[in-house]
């Protein structure tokens, strides 16, 4: 990826402004604010990214932002109701690994540079009571 060059973000207030730019129905819970040091480009790719990974593969459904802030790392997780993860956690941020016949394999490796830059990781894991919930963790502001 290019560059990072972090600023002051809100992960709650660019989750809600994504959110309102996607196809098909998302809720953002994201109660507070939720402050990191990031690049807010960077940051924007990865969670349309993930919104359009879990609309791949949750087409009608409601998908689901949340955003937290813990002590150490503030937390964006999408959350969708499809069929959940088909690879090993492992694989899926492997360049050229993926399980749609229109995908590269290219979109979760990007995801996982990008967030690497910015001094986060990124997680991928089946959702409880079924999907797949998407997590990018990145340290808070300070």
């Given at each position: 990826?290019?560059?990072?060059h972090?600023?002051?973000?809100d992960?709650?207030a660019?989750?809600r402004a994504v959110?309102?730019?996607?196809?098909?129905?998302?809720?953002?819970h994201a109660?507070a604010?939720?402050w990191v040091?990031?690049?807010r480009d960077?940051?924007e790719?990865v969670l349309?990214?993930?919104?359009?990974?879990a609309?791949a593969f949750?087409?009608e459904?409601?998908?689901?932002?949340?955003?937290?802030?813990?002590?150490r790392a503030?937390?964006m997780?999408?959350?969708d109701?499809g069929?959940?993860?088909?690879?090993p956690a492992?694989s899926?941020?492997?360049?050229?690994v993926t399980?749609?016949?229109?995908g590269?394999?290219?979109g979760?490796?990007?995801?996982?540079?990008?967030a690497r830059?910015?001094g986060?990781?990124?997680?991928l894991?089946?959702?409880e009571?079924g999907g797949?919930a998407?997590?990018?963790?990145l340290p808070?502001?300070?």
């Amino acid at each position: 990826p290019p560059e990072a060059h972090p600023e002051r973000l809100d992960l709650a207030a660019l989750a809600r402004a994504v959110a309102a730019r996607c196809t098909g129905p998302v809720a953002v819970h994201a109660p507070a604010p939720a402050w990191v040091s990031a690049d807010r480009d960077h940051v924007e790719t990865v969670l349309e990214e993930l919104l359009a990974n879990a609309r791949a593969f949750d087409p009608e459904g409601e998908l689901l932002v949340e955003v937290a802030a813990g002590a150490r790392a503030a937390v964006m997780s999408v959350l969708d109701r499809g069929p959940g993860p088909q690879v090993p956690a492992e694989s899926a941020f492997q360049p050229w690994v993926t399980t749609r016949p229109e995908g590269t394999g290219l979109g979760l490796a990007i995801v996982q540079a990008v967030a690497r830059a910015n001094g986060g990781r990124v997680e991928l894991a089946a959702r409880e009571g079924g999907g797949a919930a998407a997590r990018l963790e990145l340290p808070v502001e300070g």
